[in-house]
């Protein structure tokens, strides 16, 4: 022990130990900063995303809400806040007004803050309350409807209140996305006082509630057994689905980033601890010479290798732990006002990984090298002992997958992406030997240069494949990541452009719609597409009756309750993506349904059943002809169910469209309702700017998470070449020696390089785009592309990056006098 | 004095009996040594002789229990070197052995010092670096002893090597073509370490080696040919 920890401090000073303890310790400092970045930026994402509930939770009641479930939430340490909602009639004078009040406690909103203005239109101020006791507040809407001025006093049932502000946003307003009447905000106190709450009235109570990840998933837990009738508990997941999906699919990526980073560590130090273990044979032949028994030498590496593995990943863990407060710092503001602290988890985490990663690859080799024949010390030529020993190397591979799907922080995708890796050293290994012996061949034409830098390439088989595996699979892991970045933000971006629809028109008379057509000519908006909306209800699916009951999902059973809009169309929108059966043609029978398959999904409706609506009355029916696929965040009207003109053409029924309209231009909305009053419009342009904003924030996380495991990855491939410098160094002095000039020299390994960095390109690309196929289809739930850029970037940056790396590394053999490098590999 | 060497030489220390080498190579076997029998007695200088291939060095690794015979036995002190295991054999040449090798296999990550003193450290010696420092004084060194081997001339690296092998005072010291990668001014003067240590510690020195001149300033010459022994004086 005293004398492995000596020999560690002697390897140490000699600087025989940096190359292994520089690959430990980018490996970890990569691995600990991505998982101390994605650790917080989650944190902080999800702290983001609430505030679109202004809560981290919501219990949602048609009735006063026990007081159990807020003394739970007390008890726990959680924050809490009450609001009620009702539909109710303001007063001012001679005009009143329709409007949904909102009675908020004190401390509501718990997530995002309020904005608003002392004048219409002005200047807005952030305000981390709702309205005191005695005042109220108003939307834009309201404001403008009545003529109102920020000081006026109104009437709320009995009760007279002070109007104090005009809401311009309110951070939960977008949960409930038809609201259609304006907005009164109310202090909670001020309820007895308007007398409004009587038997019967139908009134919304939310228990808000915030708090620490724990306590709060805790508290769901509990409250989630607890609820009673007409009770449900609702997450930012289950109150805006877009969210949920983007959130989702942020996580999984920065889990690929953590994954890809633990490759990346593993094979640097896989390459790292091969070098060392290859460098230390002669050491290991003259220690069995001198008398080191095989029990002796294998502990004295052991101790060496623990203490190194802990000291390299603890201060790779502090790296990491450096460079992820440096990216906090270089984002602030731009994800989020405020990381949250990161928790301490990730340094213990990062220490194990590469303690693990760096037993799980030399001890296996290191049990051959206490091996070595001790006559080596009298002929070199006496190579390490034939690898055997395959449980040893089995068990490490296990170590190191199950390493990788621990970080992956998801069976799935840890799986995909291992069997993506598997697959790339598998068939890599055959190709690329079937390869080299290609290259053997081709060497026997190849003249000169090419010669010799084929020959390097071809000489050393199993070297040359380690190395192009090495490569290869570093290579891989950080295309896949590019790849799948990019699919993510193309996804994000089309999903929401930045013209999408931001207003929605709905309750247009069918004779309205040429006046309505030149309101917005005359506005020099673009004109909008009309969609005919008939509601109905669903009564039978293959002549059985449907109800409520049959269905156990809360969601389905207020599906089956209420109306359908229901809509008819020739053509198929080119959104609509088609996953079973086809779309109408004019000559086909009329009596067709197409249906979101969502919906067929949840009330168990399939390709071919034969759907009753009533409508107004009359019953409608047809059989289901098609499934579609609709993107909801589009932000694009849609229905849940479409059929052929005829079918519906005759219903009573009216229009729906949605627009875009620009930042500033809120005022036609004015002229649009004073020229058709029966107009409802409801404006998604808060929600939008809210879903855009998030997706941007997102969006920049992963981008810098890529790009610091993309630098990471680089460190690698330099540290991978590194590794067989020596060999080369001493093989370039020989051929000096012979009498190769610089020139010859340079261009030899230029060649041997870019081959190298070729053939990793090809395989990496392959494995890359297989990965990114399943993962697309599988895991992030994306549409895949083929991307034939990665096998440009692949090949061309494999070659040229290799090659760049490993000239770097060998450049001192151009430069040392050749008796030197002699000499000093001797 | 006199008495004491002439006790020591009476004493048998390495005994060889029908030692035989055969390696297989692609279904031919190739015999590298025919049965080899000698004795060599404590205190002696023996040189071992012979061209290329003669299986000289394939003698000495044996003799130091590097290789296994295919048959044979070789005792050092009465003791059966093959009878042991691979762990055995190592702790044997821990206690008993020094070796001087061609290219002289220092360990390149260690300095000079620490090179000396890795053989007591395996032994669990207390006193390793004084004992280190006082060989390395005496192999003239004592100015260089936090060089590491790269640092040093081919010369300078064999005198280390030497000190070394004679740190842990072993009885016996085994040498492979110890000047071969030396010029003959420089091999001269580590020749001439290598008497004076062998004098001064009364080792037994075996040596194989291609310079007459070395073979001659020993007491004794094994000259072997084709894998037999052929003159034994």
Redesign the interface.
């Known amino acids: 022990m005293r004398?492995a920890l000596?020999?560690l401090v002697?390897?140490w000073r000699?600087?025989?130990l940096r190359l292994l303890f520089g690959a430990l310790l980018v490996a970890i400092a990569a691995i600990t900063t991505v998982s101390f970045f994605t650790n917080r930026v989650q944190l902080a994402l999800n702290t983001q995303t609430n505030q679109l509930l202004a809560a981290d939770l919501v219990l949602i009641a048609d009735h006063p809400i026990a007081a159990a479930f807020s003394h739970r939430a007390e008890t726990a340490g959680l924050r809490l806040a009450q609001t009620l909602a009702f539909p109710s009639m303001v007063v001012q004078g001679q005009r009143n007004q329709f409007v949904e009040v909102k009675a908020v406690s004190r401390a509501y909103p718990l997530r995002g803050d309020l904005n608003i203005s002392k004048v219409l239109f002005g200047q807005g101020e952030v305000q981390a309350n709702g309205p005191v006791p005695g005042t109220a507040w108003a939307d834009v809407r309201l404001m403008q409807l009545m003529g109102l001025q920020v000081g006026d006093e109104i009437t709320l049932g009995q009760a007279r209140l002070k109007l104090g502000a005009v809401i311009d946003r309110e951070p939960d307003r977008a949960g409930d996305f038809f609201n259609i009447a304006p907005r009164l905000m109310i202090h909670i106190d001020d309820i007895p006082r308007t007398q409004l709450i009587q038997p019967g009235s139908r009134i919304g109570y939310r228990l808000l509630i915030a708090g620490d990840e724990k306590p709060v998933a805790a508290f769901r837990a509990w409250a989630t057994q607890h609820l009673g009738r007409g009770e449900r508990i609702e997450g930012i997941g289950d109150a805006r689905p877009e969210i949920r999906a983007a959130m989702e699919r942020a996580q999984r990526y920065l889990g690929l980033a953590a994954l890809v980073s633990a490759i990346l560590a593993a094979v640097a130090v896989a390459l790292a601890g091969r070098q060392y273990l290859a460098r230390h044979l002669?050491?290991c032949?003259?220690?069995?010479?001198?008398?080191?028994?095989?029990?002796?030498l294998f502990r004295l590496y052991v101790v060496q290798f623990v203490l190194l593995g802990l000291s390299a990943s603890l201060l790779g863990g502090l790296v990491g732990l450096g460079g992820q407060a440096f990216l906090a710092e270089m984002l602030r503001g731009r994800i989020v006002a405020d990381l949250p602290a990161p928790s301490l988890w990730p340094l213990v985490e990062g220490t194990f990984i590469g303690l693990l990663l760096l037993l799980a690859f030399v001890l296996p080799p290191l049990l051959h090298l206490i091996r070595v024949?001790?006559?080596r010390?009298?002929?070199?030529d006496m190579g390490p002992p034939q690898q055997r020993g395959i449980l040893a190397y089995a068990l490490a591979a296990l170590l190191v997958a199950a390493v990788l799907i621990y970080r992956a922080g998801e069976i799935n995708l840890g799986m995909y992406v291992l069997g993506g890796l598997l697959g790339v050293v598998l068939t890599g290994s055959l190709f690329a030997w079937m390869l080299l012996l290609l290259l053997a061949g081709l060497r026997r034409h190849a003249r000169g240069v090419w010669f010799y830098g084929l020959a390097n390439v071809a000489r050393r088989r199993a070297a040359s494949l380690t190395q192009i595996l090495g490569f290869a699979l570093g290579l891989m892991a950080l295309l896949l990541l590019t790849l799948v970045r990019n699919d993510l933000l193309t996804s994000w971006q089309s999903a929401l452009p930045i013209d999408a629809p931001n207003r929605f028109l709905i309750n247009i008379q069918p004779n309205q719609l040429p006046a309505l057509r030149q309101f917005f000519q005359q506005e020099k908006l673009p004109a909008p597409k009309f969609y005919p909306m008939i509601r109905g209800r669903l009564v039978m699916i293959n002549d059985r009756p449907v109800r409520a009951e049959d269905y156990a999902e809360d969601r389905t059973k207020r599906l089956v309750e209420r109306e359908f809009n229901l809509s008819w169309a020739e053509q198929a929108r080119k959104d609509y993506e088609i996953k079973a059966g086809r779309w109408w043609r004019v000559t086909d029978a009329q009596d067709q349904f197409s249906v979101e398959e969502g919906l067929a999904k949840a009330l168990n409706i399939h390709l071919g059943d034969r759907l009753v609506y009533d409508i107004a009355g009359t019953q409608v029916n047809g059989r289901v002809t098609s499934l579609r696929k609709v993107a909801w965040d589009s932000m694009q009207v849609n229905f849940f169910v479409i059929a052929p003109p005829a079918l519906l053409q005759k219903q009573p029924g009216n229009y729906i469209t949605s627009f875009h309209l620009p930042i500033g231009q809120e005022a036609v909305l004015n002229d649009m309702l004073r020229q058709f009053p029966n107009f409802t419009v409801i404006d998604v342009a808060a929600i939008i700017h809210d879903v855009r904003l998030i997706m941007e924030r997102v969006s920049d996380a992963v981008s810098f998470v890529f790009l610091f495991t993309l630098l990471a990855g680089l460190v690698v491939l330099y540290a991978a070449v590194l590794a067989t410098r020596n060999e080369r160094l001493y093989e370039a002095a020989v051929m000096r020696t012979l009498g190769a000039r610089s020139r010859q020299l340079a261009a030899a390994q230029w060649i041997e390089f870019a081959t190298l960095g070729i053939l990793s390109g090809v395989l990496a690309a392959s494995g890359a785009s297989f990965s990114t196929w399943v993962l697309a289809e599988q895991v992030l739930h994306l549409p895949y592309t083929f991307n034939a850029w990665v096998w440009v970037i692949g090949v061309v940056g494999g070659a040229i990056g290799i090659t760049a790396a490993g000239l770097m590394a060998t450049r001192s053999v151009l430069r040392v006098p050749p008796l030197g490098v002699l000499?000093?590999l001797? | 004095m006199q008495d004491s060497s002439i006790s020591l030489i009476s004493k048998t220390i390495v005994s060889v009996e029908q030692l035989r080498k055969s390696l297989t190579h692609e279904g031919v076997s190739l015999t590298i040594l025919h049965d080899i029998s000698f004795e060599i007695k404590n205190g002696e200088s023996v040189a071992i002789v012979g061209c290329s291939g003669s299986g000289k060095?394939t003698l000495?690794?044996l003799l130091?229990?590097?290789?296994t015979p295919t048959a044979g036995r070789v005792s050092i002190n009465g003791e059966d070197i093959f009878s042991l295991d691979?762990?055995g054999r190592?702790?044997?040449?821990?206690?008993n052995m020094g070796?001087v090798?061609?290219?002289?296999?220092l360990?390149?990550?260690?300095?000079a010092l620490?090179n000396v003193m890795?053989?007591l450290?395996?032994?669990g010696g207390q006193d390793a670096r004084s004992r280190a420092l006082s060989i390395l004084e005496r192999v003239g060194l004592g100015h260089r002893v936090a060089h590491?081997?790269?640092q040093l001339s081919g010369g300078e690296q064999q005198r280390v090597a030497i000190a070394?092998a004679f740190v842990t005072e072993p009885a016996l010291l085994l040498a492979?073509e110890p000047t071969g990668n030396l010029d003959s001014a420089t091999g001269a003067t580590v020749i001439e370490l290598l008497f004076a240590l062998n004098r001064e510690r009364g080792t037994t020195l075996i040596l194989v080696t291609h310079d007459t001149a070395l073979a001659q300033r020993c007491g004794r010459i094994l000259h072997l040919d084709a894998g037999g022994l052929v003159v034994s004086a």
């Open positions: 004398l000596r020999l002697r390897e000699a600087g025989e002669d050491s032949a003259v220690l069995r010479c001198l008398g080191a028994s095989q029990a002796t024949p001790t006559l010390v009298m002929r070199r000499r000093a001797q | 060095s000495l690794g130091a229990g590097l290789d691979e762990d190592a702790a044997l040449r821990g206690r070796f090798f061609q290219s002289f296999q360990l390149p990550m260690l300095t620490e890795l053989p450290e395996l032994l590491y081997p790269r070394r492979d």
